[in-house]
């Protein structure tokens, strides 16, 4: 858990002495090469067409975006902690699944039941995150809101979600289990 | 065999597409009008894009296969961007200070603005 | 398997014309926005569903793609929009 560190990099409002200097990254790292990998398989899956000639458009292309990209999407790349980190996404991802499937029958059966106005009671919560990593709260907040029931109004910086919820139910299942599993993904 | 799977998922897609059309019209108000809009939509979207892309798959060849992979693109790119759509209305109706419709009209716990 | 696709087809069809209510009679803009913003996730299940009717699946899903894209960028633009304009109250019921 290095929230604090992280705290002091992403948050513009630290005061300047504290702010890390960024690592400077080469032009041709880590990073420029997922970026080539993952835009290079996608143009192929959209192209569909695998002689030279299109294969040799898309290295051309690809290693352009990637070059101007990359370092924007990947400020501090690290091979084995980026690794880590989308293996525990990929394991998050069935169980986020399950829970929208879960939830979407509960919402299903209160859109058709026919006193559904006595049933809903909706209302605004807010709670106070520990997540502080920008793109562990960009999972939360999507994963909150794909969690019917409830839906993201606002989440600040400082880790404050503002969540609108439908019933009494939703309310109480907040912030819950799916905040220690987003968690357990950013945790080192 | 794959054909009763296929239809059995598409029926249960277009099911979850029905409750999300149905729950736009009745729920009260705007912020309530959101969860069905925002979620049953993309369920019953990767119902039947799944349902249509197995059927695809089906056939056996490079063009079928490679259109089946597209077809769950798809469901990736609309699974991330759903949600922020769905909190870039959210956002708009915030700022313009619409009040969330309440059962008991005593409003809610937290004030909006905080 | 193409009346089953077919009878699919239709019935998205009547889904989406009951959301065009929504956007239609909406008391505000932003419930209208939600109305066109779901009538454009089912317009891309449609259009695979048109693929797969016509038997020209790996032509449509490039539509749907593109025209995923655009529904989301529609929508971001439409709400930005919208934030800075006074037109999201209830609408005077003139004319």
Not at chain 1, 109 to 121: D, S
């Amino acid at each position: 858990m290095n929230d604090s560190s992280q705290m002091e990099t992403t948050c513009a409002s630290s005061p300047p002495g504290s702010v890390k200097e960024p690592v400077k990254s080469r032009r041709f790292g880590l990073a420029f090469w997922l970026t080539f990998a993952i835009s290079m398989a996608t143009w192929m899956v959209l192209s569909g067409l695998f002689d030279v000639f299109h294969l040799t458009l898309g290295v051309i292309g690809c290693a352009i975006v990637a070059d101007l990209n990359a370092r924007a999407m990947w400020p501090d790349v690290k091979l084995g902690h980026t690794l880590r980190q989308w293996r525990r996404f990929v394991a998050y991802v069935p169980w986020l699944l399950w829970q929208v499937w879960l939830a979407n029958l509960h919402l299903l059966r209160l859109t058709f039941h026919p006193r559904m106005m006595q049933l809903i009671n909706p209302r605004i919560v807010s709670f106070k995150s520990r997540i502080h990593n920008q793109m562990g709260m960009f999972i939360l907040a999507n994963s909150i809101t794909l969690t019917p029931g409830t839906v993201t109004v606002f989440a600040s910086v400082m880790g404050r979600f503002t969540v609108h919820a439908i019933d009494d139910a939703s309310a109480r299942a907040l912030p819950g289990e799916m905040e220690d599993r987003v968690a357990k993904i950013f945790e080192d | 065999m794959l054909d009763i799977l296929v239809t059995l998922l598409l029926i249960l897609g277009l099911v979850f597409f029905l409750g999300g059309s149905i729950g736009i019209l009745r729920y009260p108000d705007f912020y309530s009008r959101l969860h069905p809009a925002g979620k049953l939509d993309s369920l019953g979207l990767l119902l039947t894009m799944s349902a249509m892309a197995l059927y695809t798959v089906g056939q056996w060849n490079l063009g079928a296969v490679l259109a089946a992979v597209k077809i769950m693109l798809i469901v990736v790119f609309v699974f991330i961007t759903s949600p922020t759509a769905t909190h870039a209305i959210v956002d708009a109706g915030v700022r313009a200070g619409m009040r969330p419709w309440t059962r008991s009209k005593e409003g809610s716990e937290h004030d909006l603005a905080a | 398997m193409d009346i089953v696709f077919l009878s699919a087809a239709v019935f998205l069809a009547l889904v989406m014309a009951l959301t065009l209510y929504r956007a239609i009679a909406g008391p505000t803009v932003l419930d209208r926005m939600i109305g066109v913003n779901a009538i454009g996730s089912k317009t891309t299940a449609m259009l695979v569903l048109i693929g797969l009717i016509y038997h020209k699946v790996d032509m449509f899903v490039d539509i749907a793609i593109a025209y995923a894209c655009l529904n989301f960028i529609a929508v971001l633009a439409a709400s930005r929009y919208f934030q800075k304009k006074k037109g999201l109250y209830d609408e005077p019921q003139e004319e």
